[in-house]
């Protein structure tokens, strides 16, 4: 199920200093400049189009079902029909994660709850199984693994830690799944399971990084944190600030920490880091705070902001490192609200996002649909 991409550390050094992937030089946003606010208050590039296809507290559109407030960490998943299901999770107390069914055409035909029982589930991951990650976000937080259908019930994987989890990316030829932590002095971890690819069993591990990038996996003596957090119980450990979004292709996991505004890749191969994107080195850097992070099949990074500004942004950083804003979200509609749930539709030719706290705090869920780089043409 999982899309091959195809664009790692060493795609990104040799398109440093290339040309973009459009023909000709990049403009000062990538797919050029947005255009007003529409009546949901969002600012689309020319030839883009958007729908909001949920808000929280009430039924989806042709469902008795009512979506979730909060929505945060997404997802799709084809189905055999020719269509997808997004999965998208509650970061509200109550918790857990709903799932929209769409058909062939694009039109929902069905939504229903995939785990409940948890809480404040942020982000998570895809595995290239079929299932969802779903990670719980505070001290306890532990990681379920869901079923999008609908059909089995969600498991709890509590070798994989219990802390404050944020997301998940799997690496499927390295046979590990890499995790990150929402604290200032959160820890980038990765968990080898015993017997690939389940996940009940296995060693955890955090990273410590030296001054020259290399890192060093250091096993976590208790994952259970029975006595200590986990990221306190190896010195030495490497602090990532707020790591939030996170996504693996090509022998890479690119890590977003949102405190210090950084982009950085991890070569699984090379086991050395790097810094892609610096939001603090620049003067009027076009993305801060970073979060949610997710790629097209044209080789693009798409970046959500965590902050609430009067105007929040979703970024792109192209195949030639040109960052710049995609769309905004501003107006009213969106007061104090964040950027979240950035998931691409099989085809990537459809973009879904959630303004978590838009609508008096009960978030909205919206696909925007157009010119993507690499998407399929039907």
């Known amino acids: 199920m999982a899309v091959a991409l195809g664009f790692g550390t060493a795609f990104w050094r040799g398109a440093f200093d290339g040309e973009s992937a459009r023909t000709g030089p990049p403009p000062p946003e990538p797919y050029g400049p947005r255009a007003a606010a529409d009546a949901n208050g969002i600012r689309l590039p020319e030839g883009f189009q958007v729908r909001r296809v949920a808000r929280g507290g009430e039924p989806v559109e042709g469902t008795s079902y009512e979506w979730h407030l909060a929505s945060d960490g997404a997802a799709?998943?084809?189905?055999?029909?020719?269509?997808?299901?997004?999965?998208?999770?509650?970061?509200?107390?109550?918790?857990?994660?709903?799932?929209?069914?769409?058909?062939?055409?694009?039109?929902?035909?069905?939504?229903?709850?995939?785990l409940e029982g948890t809480s404040q589930n942020c982000a998570g991951g895809p595995t290239p199984w079929g299932t969802w990650l779903s990670c719980e976000e505070f001290e306890e937080g532990r990681v379920w693994e869901c079923d999008p259908m609908g059909r089995r019930e969600a498991r709890v994987h509590a070798a994989m830690g219990v802390f404050k989890h944020e997301a998940a990316a799997v690496d499927p030829g390295g046979k590990r799944v890499y995790l990150t932590e929402d604290w200032d002095d959160g820890a980038f971890y990765r968990f080898t399971p015993r017997r690939w690819p389940r996940l009940d069993e296995g060693l955890l591990e955090l990273a410590k990084v030296s001054d020259d990038g290399s890192v060093e996996w250091v096993p976590v003596p208790d994952p259970s944190a029975g006595q200590e957090s986990t990221r306190r119980q190896v010195p030495g450990t490497t602090e990532f600030k707020r790591a939030e979004g996170i996504w693996f292709d090509s022998g890479t996991v690119y890590v977003a920490t949102t405190f210090d505004?950084?982009?950085?890749?991890?070569?699984?191969?090379?086991?050395?880091?790097?810094?892609?994107?610096?939001?603090?080195?620049?003067?009027?850097?076009p993305l801060i705070r970073v979060d949610n992070i997710t790629a097209s099949r044209g080789g693009e990074l798409f970046v959500c902001e965590d902050i609430a500004t009067d105007e929040i942004n979703m970024g792109v950083m192209t195949r030639g490192r040109k960052v710049g804003k995609f769309l905004s979200v501003t107006g009213p509609n969106h007061v104090d609200s964040e950027l979240t749930g950035v998931a691409f539709d099989p085809s990537g030719s459809r973009l879904y996002f959630s303004s978590q706290r838009a609508h008096d705090v009960k978030g909205e869920v919206y696909e925007v649909s157009g010119p993507f780089l690499g998407r399929q043409r039907a």
């Open 76 to 114: 799709t998943f084809p189905t055999e029909d020719g269509g997808w299901v997004l999965v998208s999770n509650c970061e509200a107390p109550e918790g857990g994660a709903g799932a929209m069914r769409f058909g062939p055409d694009g039109e929902i035909s069905d939504a229903y709850r995939i």
């Open 261 to 285: 505004s950084r982009i950085q890749a991890y070569d699984t191969r090379a086991e050395r880091l790097e810094v892609l994107y610096d939001g603090l080195a620049q003067a009027d850097a």
